[in-house]
């Protein structure tokens, strides 16, 4: 299947809801499929540039992947029009953004082909994720063309292996009230691993022990997954909200 360039916002204003890791997680997907990718980091903290780095020390990365740090939307605008302008390609593009912004962030929008919104199972990430979608809504109500604006929606971050009636709730009223995606991202320690190490694949190919190795590439095979429901999206964005 190709899909070529590909712009995917992950965005929430709430702080901590997985937006980093879902970054790394499709980019660790993206490139063991044969892609690819580029990371623009708009966070001060530069998470995933940091991450570029400890994966580039530890071995675990790929010339396939580049991490750009900027605090500037016009930079990241320019530089996704440096990437069209290149022979065609599979190049998945993902923008990841700090907790709390808004504003600075409709270019970036505007920019992308689709915006998603990673969140956790508390009553605190669905409420700052309801505001997220509203920032979404005003947005489109304020551009010029809002039918070309890229579609939303919400994934589910870090859920684990049995919710609690809490966390069953808090689902059951996402679903109820926003777009979400079918697929999403487990609880899983090699997550955690990737966040500290670099690439998924490459620090699976890298693990002898058999065990090890089948569990990261299992959260390879479920990034995948969710990786190949956003393309479909932006390939046939008509059944989207
Ligand atoms: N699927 C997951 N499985 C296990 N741990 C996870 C998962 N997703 C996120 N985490 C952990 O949760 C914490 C917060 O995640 P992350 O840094 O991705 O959030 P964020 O939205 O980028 O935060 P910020 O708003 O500060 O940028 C990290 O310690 C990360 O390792
Ligand atoms: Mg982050």
Same mark, same amino acid.
């Given at each position: ?8 916002? +992950?965005?929430?204003?709430? /702080?901590?809801? /997985? ?14 499929? /044969?892609?690819?990718?580029? *990371? ?10 940091n991450?570029?780095? &400890? ?11 580049? +991490?750009?740090?900027?605090?500037? &939307? ?5 530089? *996704? ?12 593009? $993902?923008?990841?953004? =700090? /907790?709390?912004?808004s504003e ?10 689709r ?5 956790? $199972? !508390? ?8 505001? #997220?979608?509203?920032?979404y809504?005003?947005?489109?109500? %304020?551009?010029? %063309? ?5 579609? =939303?929606s ?11 009636? #809490? ?5 059951e009223?996402? =679903?109820? !009230?926003?777009?979400?995606?079918? &697929?999403?991202l487990s609880?899983? !320690? &090699?997550? +955690? ?8 694949? +490459? *620090? ?7 065990g090890?190795?089948?569990h990261?590439?299992?959260a390879? #095979? ?11 999206? *932006?390939?046939?964005p008509?059944?989207?909200?």
């Amino acid at each position: 299947m190709e899909y070529g360039i590909r712009v995917v916002l +992950v965005m929430n204003r709430k /702080g901590g809801s /997985g937006k980093s890791t879902l970054c790394r997680a499709l980019a660790s997907a993206a490139v063991a499929r /044969g892609e690819t990718v580029t *990371i623009f980091d708009t966070d001060s903290s530069k998470s995933c540039l940091n991450w570029m780095r &400890a994966g580039q020390t530890a071995g675990h990365w790929s010339p396939s992947v580049a +991490v750009i740090h900027t605090l500037d &939307a016009h930079r990241v605008a320019e530089a *996704i029009d440096q990437i069209y302008e290149q022979p065609d390609q599979e190049h998945l593009i $993902l923008i990841d953004t =700090f /907790g709390g912004g808004s504003e600075a962030q409709d270019m970036l929008a505007v920019a992308a082909h689709r915006i998603v919104c990673p969140m956790m $199972l !508390s009553r605190g990430d669905l409420s700052e994720t309801m505001e #997220t979608a509203r920032w979404y809504l005003t947005l489109r109500q %304020r551009i010029d %063309r809002p039918e070309a604006l890229a579609s =939303f929606s919400v994934i589910l971050s870090r859920v684990p292996a049995r919710l609690s009636e #809490t966390e069953r709730l808090v689902a059951e009223e996402l =679903f109820r !009230s926003l777009p979400a995606c079918e &697929a999403w991202l487990s609880n899983r !320690s &090699a997550y +955690v691993r990737m966040d500290r190490e670099g690439l998924l694949g +490459v *620090i699976a190919d890298k693990t002898p022990n058999r065990g090890l190795a089948a569990h990261l590439q299992a959260a390879v #095979t479920e990034a995948g997954a969710l990786l190949d429901e956003i393309d479909q999206s *932006i390939l046939s964005p008509a059944e989207v909200a």
